[in-house]
């Protein structure tokens, strides 16, 4: 499991740069990847969602687009992320640890979490704590990185850990923390690993969707 520690003071460093680098490595895909979540998320009309490990808020700010009748919360332990949040237009920030969440249970229609929960200490317990302040009815939705299982799957490994962290490096000044995103990617339970993990932590009717060939994944757990 990722060392807090590191991961917190990795995103701080590549705070200003993040939303940049993000576009330019994915060749854009990532704005498309979060439309895919936040128009799911619009077809269930929430009134309160929480972003957890929101970042600089690009899906919260997607998801206030959509949603715009929706309270959306981006929390995230890293303060120099949520910094950028702000300024981006995120109408509701909060400095939080997403394996102790500080709200009641059954809190929010909808978690949402795009590319954190990867960087987490403890997955099973940042999935039982996100089910906790779900309410009964209520959806949580993860998109993260995967391997994809087709044609794509050497040429993307060869991309990952061999042209992204010197991309990265440059762009960034910190190619050390995009050599970790190739390793966490590989950790990463994905596919049925994932949703089994989903409902042995309280969630049912666990399911996937692999998008751009297998690249990313979305997960959807009920309460």
Not at 31 to 38: A, G, I, K, Q, T
Not at 83 to 91: D, I, K, P, Q
Not at 110 to 131: C, I, K
Request: proline letters at 6%; aromatic letters at 10%; hydrophobic letters at 45%.
């Amino acid at each position: 499991m990722p060392d807090p520690a590191y991961v917190r003071d990795a995103f701080a460093r590549i705070a200003d740069r993040y939303v940049l680098t993000n576009h330019i490595l994915s060749c854009g895909a990532d704005l498309w990847w979060r439309h895919v979540v936040s128009s799911r998320i619009k077809a269930w009309k929430p009134a309160r969602l929480l972003d957890v490990a929101s970042g600089t808020g690009d899906l919260a700010l997607a998801i206030q687009r959509s949603c715009p009748d929706c309270e959306v919360i981006a929390s995230d332990f890293c303060a120099e992320m949520l910094t950028h949040a702000t300024r981006r237009g995120v109408t509701h920030t909060l400095v939080a640890d997403a394996l102790a969440l500080p709200f009641p249970d059954a809190s929010f229609d909808v978690v949402s979490v795009a590319f954190g929960l990867r960087n987490m200490a403890d997955y099973p317990a940042a999935l039982r704590e996100m089910s906790r302040v779900i309410k009964p009815g209520g959806h949580l939705v993860i998109l993260d990185f995967s391997l994809p299982t087709n044609l794509l799957r050497l040429p993307y490994r060869f991309y990952l850990h061999r042209i992204l962290p010197h991309l990265a490096g440059w762009l960034t000044g910190h190619k050390d923390t995009y050599e970790y995103l190739g390793g966490s990617i590989e950790a990463f339970p994905a596919g049925t690993a994932m949703t089994g993990l989903l409902e042995s932590c309280g969630l049912r009717q666990a399911s996937f969707t692999p998008l751009t060939g297998g690249v990313v994944t979305l997960y959807q757990g009920d309460k």
